[in-house]
Nanobody
Framework: QVQLAESGGGLVQAGGSLRLSCAAS????????MGWFRQAPGKERDFVAA????????SYADSVKGRFTISRDNAKNTVYLQMSSLKPEDTANYYC????????????????????WGQGTQVTVSS
């Protein structure tokens, strides 16, 4: 089992940047594919980005490609989401998640494929 804790959210103007972090407990972090999801009020939880166990493979939602970058540091049990050129429509609660699904460089994209979740961190982008 792994416990996840997000940090780094906040209020930022459109065009600005934020870096989210997600710290994981335990010694088996490198066994999990990690993902970031977001949920705006009244909407479903959507996939944002995911990264393979080694960090060698990543996947992004079309809406964030070229603006967001996911990375991980297995020595620090941490996954990051660097967000740039933020837009008001990026406003949401951002969650990191871990899954033991995924083979090789394939990373799951559905929330239902993830087994462990953090509590979320709010990102608000003002226009």
């Amino acid at each position: 089992q792994v416990q996840l804790a997000e940090s780094g959210g906040g209020l930022v103007q459109a065009g600005g940047s934020l870096r989210l972090s997600c710290a994981a407990s335990g010694r088996t972090f490198s066994r999990y594919v990690m993902g970031w999801f977001r949920q705006a009020p009244g909407k479903e939880r959507d996939f944002v980005a995911a990264i393979s166990r080694s960090g060698g493979s990543t996947s992004y939602a079309d809406s964030v490609k070229g603006r967001f970058t996911i990375s991980r540091d297995n020595a620090k049990n941490t996954v990051y989401l660097q967000m740039s050129s933020l837009k008001p429509e990026d406003t949401a609660n951002y969650y990191c998640a871990a899954t033991y699904y995924g083979l090789g460089n394939l990373v799951p994209l559905r929330p239902s494929d993830y087994h462990y979740w953090g509590q979320g961190t709010q990102v608000t982008v003002s226009s």
